[in-house]
């Protein structure tokens, strides 16, 4: 006579917290280093950083924010100077 035992439980595919936490993490940090970038190199018209936020993703991103963002400035005017019709 053969004795069926039910199978073991088991956790595999089945997410818990720390998962959606990281989840969450990592969709906030592709939103910051990846959609922000994006949409403003395409507002300035830097089409060479944008190219480089597509191909390059997260990377991309952080080199548009230290080199692309920084090299993007107005100079601010001088105090001396006055604005016409204001």
Same mark, same amino acid.
């Given at each position: 006579?053969? /004795?069926?035992?039910? @199978? $073991?439980?088991? +956790? =595999?595919?089945?997410?818990?917290?720390? =998962?959606? /936490?990281?989840?969450?993490?990592?969709?906030?940090?592709? %939103? !910051?280093?990846?959609?922000?970038?994006?949409?403003?190199? /395409?507002?300035? +018209? +830097?089409?060479?950083?944008?190219?480089? *936020? !597509? !191909? $390059?993703?997260?990377?991309?991103? !952080?080199?548009?924010? =230290? *080199?692309?963002?920084? %090299?993007?400035?107005?100079?601010?005017? @001088?105090?001396?100077?006055?604005?016409? %019709? %204001?």
């Amino acid at each position: 006579m053969t /004795v069926m035992t039910a @199978p $073991l439980e088991t +956790q =595999f595919l089945m997410s818990n917290a720390s =998962f959606l /936490v990281l989840l969450l993490v990592a969709f906030a940090v592709g %939103g !910051l280093l990846v959609v922000w970038p994006l949409v403003e190199t /395409v507002v300035r +018209q +830097q089409w060479g950083y944008t190219l480089g *936020v !597509l !191909l $390059l993703g997260p990377i991309g991103g !952080l080199l548009w924010f =230290f *080199v692309g963002r920084a %090299g993007s400035s107005t100079p601010a005017r @001088p105090s001396g100077h006055r604005v016409l %019709g %204001g």
